[in-house]
């Protein structure tokens, strides 16, 4: 028996080509919201409905259900929602912007998560682009500050890499971050385990693993940049477009995970990429 349609819009499921791009790939019978709890926030750039427009993204609405709104107050910092940018659906814009999300909005498991991002358009410039990044609430704004975890960072050389406590724990292979659309996930588990996989393929790991790690209950998320004693924009802001995330609490079981990379790549056309042998390689969950 299918599984009901969830999280997807009914204007999602009527949508038409737009922009002259190609017409969207089938939505998918499973959706994120079947995930439940587990389920931490999800942001869609290609919901209209879920953004609030301003001279750039002033909020992107969380679309779990759990109001993990991002957002940005100046102007001069809003990213940009463009339409059509990949397989005919919508992407933001990040450029020397970035969003945000309150500790007490952002709540999420204090031993294990997992991270899942489709981007394009990435500019490999410079290192330390941060695609993502959790802090405890009240912690020291820094990237190297204890218990901060950065989910997502991009280096010069194209690798992707997470780490937390200034230990690197996984990174994705060189040309892990290009202009080509991509599946990125990072994962940390409740052994201290960290692990990246681009296109749903299990990358190499590097460095070791996250060590004296007490992420709190609650969590500032920084979408976009990374903080070095606060916000450092022209430094460390990322320069690539961003799809969809979505952010689980903990470390989802293989089944799950491959479902979550199913719908991601069917609805971005990036089946083709997954690895021989995905279960939802020529198939949407």
């Not at 083709?272 to 198939?283: E, F, M, Q, R, V």
Request: aromatic share 6%; hydrophobic share 50%; proline share 5%.
């Amino acid at each position: 028996m299918r599984r009901p349609l969830l999280g997807l819009s009914i204007a999602a499921l009527a949508r038409r080509p737009r922009g002259g791009g190609a017409a969207p790939p089938p939505v998918t019978a499973f959706g994120p919201l079947d995930l439940g709890g587990a389920l931490a926030a999800w942001w869609d750039a290609d919901d209209a409905a879920s953004f609030t427009l301003a001279s750039g993204v002033s909020q992107w609405s969380d679309k779990s259900g759990k109001a993990r709104h991002l957002v940005q107050a100046a102007t001069a910092n809003r990213p940009q929602r463009n339409e059509a940018v990949l397989a005919g659906r919508a992407g933001v814009q990040f450029s020397g912007s970035f969003l945000t999300c309150a500790a007490a909005a952002a709540p999420v498991s204090a031993t294990a998560f997992t991270l899942f991002v489709v981007t394009s358009n990435d500019v490999v410039s410079a290192s330390n682009r941060g695609v993502m990044s959790l802090y405890p609430a009240g912690g020291t704004n820094d990237w190297n500050a204890a218990n901060a975890i950065v989910m997502m960072e991009q280096m010069t050389s194209g690798i992707v890499q997470s780490y937390a406590n200034n230990a690197v724990g996984a990174q994705s292979p060189v040309g892990g971050a290009a202009a080509a659309a991509k599946l990125l996930s990072s994962e940390v588990d409740a052994t201290a385990a960290t692990a990246m996989r681009l296109n749903g393929a299990l990358t190499p790991n590097a460095g070791s693993t996250r060590t004296g790690l007490t992420l709190s209950a609650a969590v500032n998320i920084l979408v976009g940049s990374r903080l070095v004693g606060g916000i450092a924009v022209a430094s460390y802001g990322l320069n690539a477009v961003l799809h969809e995330i979505i952010l689980v609490d903990g470390a989802p079981a293989a089944a799950d995970r491959q479902k979550i990379e199913g719908f991601l790549a069917a609805k971005w056309g990036l089946q083709a990429l997954l690895p021989a042998g995905h279960p939802y390689k020529s198939g949407a969950p």
